[in-house]
């Protein structure tokens, strides 16, 4: 079902029986506790936060507003270390041949481990994030890398990659331009691929980063248990390739099944990748042509990852398109808290889906999803910051100078 006004732009899903076993099959929690088990050993590990927003909550009248904090995630300012990091565990471990009972963080630094593998180099493509986390998982475990970025890619994101050592190659055109060439130099120089996305004949590696993933949501989990909460009844969660966005709905069917909470993905209007596949509802992922020109840019990918579409489709409520003065509205209200809320740095790709969940709360012509999604005076919405201030400059022109400001028309009368 499809609907839409002139800024928003949604797809309601209905769940279906085969949401548990493809959640359970992908995200097992056993996986989940290996992933965890891993982390804990990095050093200068501990939980990012789960803040609550309890006067924001009351303003808009739901029950609670939680979010997970990424920005404080080891020293990298982003969730994506967490996938890169493990999928460089899995890979080590899968090519020496050591069970989990074995690995530890000490023993992949050491030289046995160097020795065993010889000189390899690892290598993604990134609209930033990715590219940081794995450069800095290799550089700690003493290999090299090579990360491919697009042409629109912000020096600051860049200079980020190399600070940890990697050597950075701008490649004309898009994010999965990059992704592209990297396959093809990946093959001509011996490198080992450790991409976030997936495409034929390339999956495992794009699992073991999803799951990865889910040491947070099972940080989340725990957190909520401290508070009497047994899950959220609602989670926004931002999407590029998809791969986020599916290890965390994932995780909750897997854990919940049909109980799981509602689920909704956010995308950037200008690169809806799994918004435009679930509105052609044919069977096949379908990608977004041109310049994927948005100030999210770890969301501007155009062709969804395969495995994480198989993860989605039947599990996730509803795919939302918005443009970017939502994400920007979302930054202000994370930097601007009411009195008593914590204040949280979040950046374009962070704060999308606060700002979403405003706008679909608060906008005539939402009215048909907002009944949907059931939001009421009990709910407890979960988000996730997926980065902070990952890019200076442009974060100062949205929160010092009101770039991408929120059209008239569309401002919220709050008491």
Same mark, same amino acid.
């Given at each position: ?31 989940? %506790? ?8 990095? +050093? ?239 069977? %096949? ?37 918005? +443009? ?12 601007? +808290? ?78």
């Amino acid at each position: 079902m499809k609907n839409s006004v002139p800024d928003i732009e949604w797809i309601i899903k209905q769940r279906t029986s085969k949401n548990t076993g493809i959640a359970k099959k992908m995200f097992p929690l056993e996986v989940s %506790r290996t992933a965890r088990k891993f982390h804990r050993q990095i +050093p200068g590990y501990k939980m990012s936060p789960l803040r609550a927003l309890p006067n924001l909550a009351q303003m808009f009248g739901v029950g609670g507003i939680l979010v997970k904090d990424e920005s404080l995630r080891l020293e990298l300012n982003s969730f994506k270390v967490l996938g890169g990091s493990f999928a460089l565990y899995r890979f080590i471990q899968e090519k020496i041949g050591i069970d989990d009972k074995l690995m530890n963080f000490d023993y992949l630094t050491s030289q046995e481990v160097t020795g065993k593998l010889g000189d390899l180099t690892f290598a993604s493509a990134t609209d930033g994030n990715h590219g940081r986390g794995l450069a800095w998982a290799a550089q700690r475990l003493g290999f090299k890398c090579v990360i491919y970025v697009h042409s629109g890619t912000s020096i600051r994101r860049i200079d980020a990659i190399k600070s940890y050592g990697a050597r950075v190659e701008v490649i004309t055109g898009n994010y999965d331009d990059a992704v592209r060439q990297i396959v093809v130099d990946a093959g001509k120089y011996g490198w080992e691929i450790i991409s976030d996305t997936s495409w034929e004949g390339y999956t495992k590696v794009p699992t073991w980063i999803m799951q990865g993933y889910t040491t947070m949501t099972a940080e989340i989990q725990e957190q909520l248990s401290a508070q009497g909460l047994t899950k959220p009844s609602h989670i926004f969660v931002q999407a590029g390739v998809g791969a986020l966005a599916a290890a965390v709905i994932g995780y909750y069917h897997s854990l919940f099944g049909q109980e799981a909470p509602r689920c909704i993905v956010v995308e950037p209007e200008n690169a809806a990748c799994l918004y435009h596949t679930a509105r052609v509802d044919d069977g %096949r992922i379908h990608s977004i042509d041109g310049k994927l020109d948005t100030i999210m840019a770890g969301l501007a990918c155009g062709e969804p990852s395969s495995i994480a579409w198989d993860v989605l489709k039947d599990t996730a409520d509803a795919f939302v398109s918005v +443009p970017d003065y939502i994400a920007a509205r979302g930054m202000r209200i994370y930097a601007t +808290p009411l009195a008593g809320d914590p204040f949280i740095v979040s950046g374009e790709s962070g704060a999308v889906t606060l700002g979403a969940l405003v706008s679909i709360l608060k906008e005539n012509g939402v009215e048909e999803l907002r009944d949907f999604l059931g939001i009421d005076e009990d709910s407890q919405i979960l988000f996730l910051n997926t980065e902070g201030n990952t890019d200076p400059i442009q974060f100062r022109r949205i929160i010092w100078d009101g770039s991408k400001p929120v059209p008239q028309e569309y401002w919220i009368e709050t008491d």
